[in-house]
C-alpha cells in the first residue's frame, strides 16, 4: 500500500511539473508555438527597432528612423516566392487601395522588405509590385536591406526566419508587422489579417 502511495505521489508531482512547464512555455496556456509566445511578447512590450539603410524598388536610399512618424505595415519576401509572398504581395496591392487617403496624407506607409537582396535589385522589386496588382511608390515601399549587416539586423528585430528549402527558394514565417509612429513593433499579425491590420492603424488614427 505504500509503494503504492509512493507510486501515485511521484506521479502527481511530475503531472503537476509538466503542467507548470507547458504553463511557463505556452504563457499561461495562450500561446501554443515560438511565433504565439512571441506575438503576445511583443503586444505587452513593444520593441524599439534598429537603424537600417535600404534600397528601394525606385533605386533610392532611405532607413527605418527615416520613416518614423508614420504608421507601418511590415512583411518580408523574396521575390521570386510564388506562395505566401505572392499571397502576401496582392494583400499589400489591396491594402494600397483600401489605405490610398492616408498614405497620400503621409500617415501610413506599406514596406515589403526583401530578405533575399542578392538577388533583388530595385528592377526585381518594382516588378513584384507590378506584378502583383500594386503601384510602385503611391505609399507602398518594396526594399531590401542596403548590406548584410542590416538584413541580418532586421531578420533579428522581427523576429523573421528564412531557411533554404533545396529547390533556390525559402522557407519562412510570413506576417504583417506593425510599427508604431514612434518606430516601435506594436502587433504581428497573421499574414492574411488584412481587415485586421487595416482597421488596427485607422482606429488609431481616428479614422
Known amino acids: 500500500m505504500a509503494m503504492a502511495w509512493r507510486t ?12 507548470v512547464a507547458l504553463a511557463l512555455a505556452t504563457d499561461d496556456f495562450r500561446a501554443y508555438t515560438t511565433e504565439g509566445a512571441r506575438r503576445l511578447e511583443v503586444a505587452r512590450h513593444p520593441r524599439s527597432l534598429p537603424e537600417a539603410r535600404l534600397q528601394t524598388a525606385a533605386g533610392g536610399i532611405t532607413d527605418l528612423d527615416g520613416l518614423r512618424g508614420r504608421w507601418l505595415l511590415v512583411d518580408f519576401i523574396y521575390t521570386r516566392c510564388m506562395t505566401y509572398c505572392a499571397m502576401q504581395g496582392q494583400g499589400f496591392a489591396r491594402l494600397q487601395r483600401e489605405l490610398a487617403p492616408q498614405l497620400a496624407a503621409g500617415q501610413v506607409v506599406l514596406l515589403s522588405l526583401s530578405f533575399d537582396p542578392g538577388r533583388d535589385g530595385p528592377a526585381e522589386l518594382a516588378a513584384y509590385q507590378r506584378r502583383l496588382g500594386g503601384t510602385t511608390g503611391a505609399g507602398w515601399l518594396a526594399a531590401r536591406p542596403a548590406g548584410a549587416e542590416e538584413l541580418a539586423t532586421l531578420m533579428r528585430a522581427f523576429g523573421v526566419v528564412a531557411l533554404d528549402d533545396g529547390f533556390g527558394g525559402f522557407v519562412h514565417n510570413a506576417a504583417i508587422n506593425v510599427v508604431d509612429p514612434e518606430g516601435r513593433l506594436v502587433a504581428v499579425l497573421d499574414q492574411d489579417a488584412l481587415d485586421e491590420a487595416r482597421d488596427f492603424v485607422l482606429a488609431r488614427l481616428g479614422s
Open 8 to 19: 501515485l505521489l511521484a506521479s502527481l508531482l511530475v503531472l503537476v511539473a509538466g503542467t
